[in-house]
């Protein structure tokens, strides 16, 4: 068992929690307390079912930035998912690997002219826009560039929000179509983003309503748009799938208003959180703690210090919003809680992930873990003061893979899945599954991934 290492991929013959996974890599592996995550693959795969059967019209396109761990790529690309690319360095890691240009839009509005030349050399032909500059610029660097034009959203409810980046108006959104015809560049389509964490379905609704708007007169000017983009935002953490369905139902609705299915749109998003959130839990060990105690009242207050903190997973503190709740295996859960606060590992003050909370007292060596802790938390970690954060390993049970396996490879444009999990069924699926991705699991893992059977 000593090989359930960083990046492996675990593939057990029960269905596991989380947290039963990390107890068992704990046991596994006594003396050894560097951070880790426990990769809930089939959490992954069952967002993919619930997307396609929520809102079967909507292809998503993984937002890569929100993690761009190689194998979540891997497994998102065999199931079928396209992919939200921001740069050239994400364009070029979907595609090495074997993702086609044809799967990926680069979408970000304001792009160095360099990587849209790489867009032009690899074939990734669809990119968004929202300013006349960036149309002139893409204009000189690749004429040929099939673009989507960005309109602003009212994200005020979004937990982070984009619209004071990026985003036309409505009305420079006009202007920006008849720019285009003018100098004769194609615009295909619309997109829009909410806002990360976006809590009203309403955004959405005014968002696609706003696109019909401005494709139809598009249309009118002679552009053949027929693409529509209703981005990111949608929600990833536990216990936010009642919130996802109404978004979903929602979306639909407004679909079906206003770009009914008439054989020629297309519309897809770009999910990021919603994928990965909940997928990623994270263990940490307590390194260190100290007793304050307060000279007034006598209470003490304690603070426990573990391996890693804001610069590495937790940057999602500083740069997501996320409050992060820590949870304890049961040996420590008990009832007497004192004042606590929890900090990261470097010498830095500001290395906090929580000030106070209420939790019983801890000794060091003991293990905390955090849930819902998948986006934006690895793809901005650093290992500032020679720290590491937390590296991946990936679980699955047997039973449940094959069943994936079977649903998408076997009837790529049908296909049912029924685990003691999950059961789900569509006759949508619409997906092309690329023989050289099959299978990666567990035979065609990455070179310095080990995968491990355990019971
Ligand atoms: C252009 C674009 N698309 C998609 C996303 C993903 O958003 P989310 O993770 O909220 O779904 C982002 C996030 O920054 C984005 O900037």
């Known amino acids: 068992m000593h090989l359930i290492k960083d990046n492996s991929i675990v593939v057990t013959k029960t269905q596991f929690t989380a947290e039963e996974f990390i107890q068992k890599k704990i046991e596994l592996l006594k003396d050894e307390v560097e951070p880790f995550f426990a990769v809930d693959l089939e959490d992954v795969c069952n967002k993919h079912i619930r997307w396609l059967t929520s809102m079967p019209r909507v292809t998503p396109h993984y937002a890569v930035k929100c993690n761009d761990d190689t194998n979540i790529i891997k497994l998102l690309a065999y199931l079928g998912a396209g992919f939200d690319c921001a740069s050239k ?44 500059q960036e149309l002139m610029k893409i204009k000189q660097v690749y004429p040929n560039a099939k673009l989507v034009l960005r309109i602003v959203t009212d994200d005020s409810n979004a937990v982070c929000r984009f619209s004071m980046k990026f985003g036309a108006d409505l009305k420079t959104a006009f202007k920006l179509v008849e720019k285009a015809q003018e100098i004769n560049m194609e615009v295909i389509g619309v997109s829009f983003h909410c806002g990360s964490g976006q809590m009203t379905s309403k955004a959405f609704v005014d968002a696609i309503q706003n696109a019909r708007t401005l494709m139809s007169y598009g249309i009118k000017l002679g552009f053949d748009m027929n693409l529509l983009d209703i981005g990111g935002g949608y929600p990833g953490n536990l216990g936010t799938e009642d919130y996802f369905a109404e978004i979903a139902a929602a979306v639909n609705k407004a679909l079906d208003e206003h770009f009914p299915d008439d054989g020629n749109i297309r519309i897809i998003a770009e999910p990021g959180r919603y994928y990965v959130a909940s997928s990623y839990t994270l263990a940490t060990n307590v390194i260190a703690s100290r007793e304050m105690v307060d000279a007034e009242t006598g209470n003490s207050k304690y603070m426990y210090y573990i391996n890693d903190g804001v610069y590495g997973s937790f940057n999602c503190v500083l740069y997501d919003h996320y409050v992060p709740t820590p949870s304890l295996f049961a040996k420590n859960d008990s009832n007497e809680k004192h004042t606590t606060s929890i900090w990261g590992p470097t010498c830095d003050g500001l290395d906090c992930i929580n000030q106070s909370i209420e939790l019983p007292k801890l000794a060091i060596g003991d293990w905390i873990y955090w849930k819902n802790m ?48 999950t059961r789900v069924n569509s006759s949508d699926c619409s997906y092309e599954i690329e023989d050289d991705m099959l299978p990666w699991i567990p035979e065609d893992f990455a070179e310095d991934t080990t995968v491990v059977t355990i019971q």
């Open 89 to 132: 360095g994400e364009m070029k890691k979907v595609m090495d690997l074997g993702v086609s240009a044809d799967r990926i839009i680069y979408a970000n509005p304001c792009k160095q002219s360099s990587y849209i030349r790489y867009a032009q050399e690899v074939g990734v032909e669809v990119m968004t826009f929202d300013n006349e």
């Open 374 to 421: 998948g986006a934006y938390t690895i793809s901005a970690a650093v290992q500032f003061n020679g720290l590491p954060y937390g590296k991946p390993i990936y679980f699955m049970s047997k039973q449940f893979w094959d069943t994936v396996k079977a649903a998408f490879q076997t009837v790529p444009r049908k296909y049912q899945v029924e685990t003691s999990a």
